[in-house]
């Protein structure tokens, strides 16, 4: 016989799924362990009917084998995003006395991904959104750096000349093309996330390009999520800049990774 748990999961569903939700019974189950009581998961479900994101409700997103907090007005880690977290530990696995920072870190995923894997590394999180470096200390051990800093610009002067590894995942999409990002995104993360700057959405990968030789130690290496139609053009630019640049390829979501190491 259905237990009262599972006959609340199933009324969820039903309601999610009549409003267009294609995995009404796992996200009802998710809003289900979320809420408090019967009254929140009322208010959980009506605001997940109306269009807002499953995880700032539920307060958390999975991300590899982490549980991250997050919450409302915040950049959600995206799930390509795994492959950066996975390139950051390889490297910080390999480095002697590795210390990262994950620039436009948000609520932190890549330095959480690294701290959870990498015994003694020593991890650093920075980005100028106030909001998301609360979450981002939630999520991180008490060990970590959490700095307000727009891009580099910002980071503590005892950095200098110290990170073996730089990860980011800047906002790189054109503002032309914001149009055609999903509405959840559009209308429930804020545009500074999202929207990269210039015309071809490079804005901060530039600046990271431009202004990262001073903070890395000898063979550091810069690792930066792109889209597919951007790579090329930021290899070029980093090579006139004079880092020796690779691309890990693309993958199914389209996105690449583009690794930068001092010349």
Do not use: K
């Not at 259905?2 to 569903?13: K, Y």
């Not at 807002?52 to 919450?71: K, N, Y």
């Not at 891009?151 to 110290?162: E, K, S």
Request: net charge positive; glycine share 8%; proline share 7%.
């Amino acid at each position: 016989m259905p237990t009262r748990r599972h006959q609340r999961i199933d009324a969820v569903a039903s309601r999610l799924r009549e409003s267009g939700s294609v995995f009404a019974e796992d996200e009802a189950a998710i809003l289900a362990e979320a809420a408090a009581d019967d009254a929140e998961l009322e208010l959980f479900v009506r605001r997940r009917m109306a269009g807002e994101p499953l995880e700032p409700i539920a307060g958390w997103v999975r991300f590899g084998r982490l549980r991250l907090a997050v919450g409302a007005d915040v950049f959600v880690p995206r799930q390509r995003s795994l492959r950066l977290a996975r390139l950051a530990v390889r490297r910080a696995r390999s480095t002697h006395a590795p210390v990262v920072l994950e620039a436009y870190c948000g609520v932190a995923p890549l330095a959480s991904t690294v701290v959870a894997s990498v015994p003694g590394v020593e991890v650093h999180a920075a980005d100028r959104d106030a909001r998301a470096l609360d979450i981002a200390r939630r999520n991180l051990p008490a060990g970590a750096g959490v700095h307000v800093a727009n891009g580099l610009d910002g980071l503590p002067a005892g950095l200098r000349n110290r990170l073996t590894t730089i990860a980011a995942v800047p906002p790189y999409v054109p503002e032309s093309d914001v149009r055609l990002m999903p509405r959840e995104a559009r209308e429930h993360e804020p545009a500074a996330a999202l929207i990269g700057g210039g015309p071809d959405g490079l804005g901060h990968a530039r600046r990271l390009i431009g202004t990262a030789r001073p903070w890395m130690a000898r063979g550091g290496a810069v690792l930066v999520e792109l889209h597919a139609a951007q790579l090329p053009i930021a290899v070029a630019e980093a090579r006139r800049a004079g880092w020796h640049a690779r691309v890990h390829p693309p993958n199914e979501s389209r996105t690449g990774v583009l690794e930068l190491i001092a010349g």
